[in-house]
């Protein structure tokens, strides 16, 4: 549905909402200033840092969950570049509000208590090693490896989620 002008224009498709930019869920659209509408366009601000570090926590918040850097990405192509993306992400890490989990992806402070890990064929190296070396490292010296140290986790966390229910 994209049409080549530069613009955001909505359509729905089962059910689901979705704009030209690839942000899948309008909550993040909403959060943006609107500086044009009429019935078939929308044009929206770029968000500069400060709104764009609110929207990626609004979006590990509303999954629920830690998120990847694909999904990150997915939902704010068009609205910020990779570059800046990780330079955000960093920032967040290093202010202690993001947590990289140790399979890669990202949640806020306190998922990483009852998150199960996922198995990824690749693992990229951490954005802020010395926080992952902090949080991760005892686990992973002890596994032996980042490989071990996930599927040792999540072993640990299935068990306690069997002895809960």
């Known amino acids: 549905m994209y049409r080549g002008d530069g613009c955001i224009h909505k359509f729905k498709y089962h059910g ?3 704009n030209n930019i690839g942000v899948v869920e309008m909550s993040t659209e909403k959060e ?12 929206i601000r770029a968000p500069d840092d400060r709104e764009l570090e609110k929207l990626v926590i609004n979006i590990i918040r509303r999954k629920g969950r830690p998120v990847t850097w694909r999904e990150l990405r997915r939902e704010l192509s068009g609205l910020a570049g990779e570059d800046r993306l ?3 992400l960093v920032n ?9 989990m140790i399979d890669g992806s990202f949640g806020l402070k306190g998922m990483e208590i009852t ?5 990824f064929k690749k693992r990229v190296r ?12 005892p686990v992973i010296e002890a596994t032996g490896s980042i490989s071990a140290a996930i599927l040792y986790l999540r ?10 229910n």
């Open 115 to 119: 998150y199960i890990p996922r198995r």
């Open 92 to 100: 967040l890490i290093e202010r202690d509000i993001v947590v990289e």
């Open 32 to 43: 943006l200033k609107v500086v044009y509408e009429d019935e078939d366009v929308v044009v």
């Open 16 to 18: 689901v909402e979705y």
């Open 155 to 164: 072993e640990v966390k299935l068990r306690e989620r069997k002895a809960v």
């Open 126 to 137: 951490p954005l802020v090693p010395s926080k992952f070396r902090v949080k991760w490292g």
């Open 86 to 88: 990780r330079k955000i």
